[in-house]
């Protein structure tokens, strides 16, 4: 399966940190389709189901995209009373997140996820997040994506995470074709480079999400979260020396990030979240510039990434 370049992350259409419409939603999916965006991600996690709803709702009657979804954490009803979901996103608390990775288990959470998303088929089922659980995810999950994979269901399966050392192990203990590798490898955070090079052995794909690690690389001046936390002053002041560099070679930090992580030939694609079509456009605009091999040179010789 072809993975196009540049993917659309769901996580903003789920209200992650505030709330956006219905119609803001259709419309930032309308922008990134217009700039030729074809590579679509969400996940149950993703405001509790609205971002699955959303998304399959704006591709609705299209063709030619790869959509993927996780598997991983099953969506219940709950008695609490709190009036809020926990966990970041802008929605009600009616619903509760419940681990779990069974075979069993992955198999209810596809077909749910299908439902909501209102399609037939997604292209690629990622396990998302299995941080405490990457034994069973591995004994149990993975087959059972495994058997999807071999009866057509799916095209590719993989795993979905924020660090690198439990992907690994996916990679070398199991037969996924795609890991989804988030903010760890990134103009601040190259930690993830021992995955991608075992990726480039065993032929595995990566998605690169967080390329901005989670804001602190989305505008030129430095500000923001790095990883969901405030960033620390060391930080920041790393991410305003990149972009002094970059701004020598006409290149803005944003800019820089997204291109950075495509450099590497494990990872085919990056995955940005956008929660307006006005973010959509500027992205797209960013990453059709093309950005000179003497910008890269100039930040190792720096000291501000690695040679």
């Known amino acids: 399966m072809e993975l196009p370049r540049h993917g659309l992350g769901g996580a903003p259409m ?3 940190f505030e709330s956006v419409t219905d119609e803001q ?3 930032t999916v309308d922008a990134a389709w217009d700039r030729g965006v074809r590579l679509f991600d969400t996940a ?3 405001g509790l189901g609205l971002s699955e709803r959303r998304m399959g709702a704006a591709l609705a009657g299209r063709s030619g995209y790869v959509l993927s979804t996780k598997v991983g954490r099953l969506l219940v009803p709950t008695s609490s009373r709190e009036d809020r979901d926990g966990e970041g996103f802008d929605v009600p608390a009616a619903i509760e997140r419940v681990w779990d990775f069974s075979g069993d288990g992955v198999r209810r959470s596809l077909e749910e996820s299908l439902d909501r998303l209102g399609l037939p088929a997604v292209d690629i089922v990622l396990i998302h997040d299995p941080d405490d659980h990457v034994d069973q995810a591995i004994a149990e999950a993975y087959p059972a994506l495994a058997e999807l994979r071999d009866q057509g269901v799916v095209k590719a399966i993989g795993v979905g995470m924020n660090q690198w ?3 690994l192990r996916f990679v070398r203990e199991t037969g996924i074709d795609v890991v989804m590798l988030a903010g760890r490898y990134t103009l601040l955070d190259q930690s993830g480079l021992p995955l991608l ?4 052995e065993r032929g595995v794909r990566v998605l690169a999400a967080g390329v901005f690690n989670s804001g602190i690389l989305a505008t030129h001046e430095p500000s923001g979260t790095y990883d969901y936390r405030p960033a620390p002053a060391e930080l920041v002041e790393r991410a305003r020396s ?3 560099v970059c701004e020598r070679h006409g290149v803005t930090l944003p800019q820089a990030a997204m291109a950075f992580p495509l450099r590497h ?3 085919a694609s990056i995955v940005v979240g956008a929660r307006a079509p006005e973010e959509v456009h500027t992205n797209a605009a960013l990453w059709s510039r093309p950005v000179t091999d003497t910008l890269w040179a100039e930040l190792e010789a720096e000291g501000l990434l690695p040679a």
Not at 197 to 200: H, I, R, T
Request: hydrophobic share 45%.
């Open 14 to 16: 789920g209200n992650l």
């Open 25 to 27: 939603a259709s419309a």
């Open 44 to 46: 149950p996690h993703y």
């Open 165 to 167: 050392q439990a992907p």
């Open 197 to 200: 090079e075992e990726c480039v």
């Open 242 to 244: 990149i972009a002094a």
């Open 265 to 267: 030939p494990a990872i």
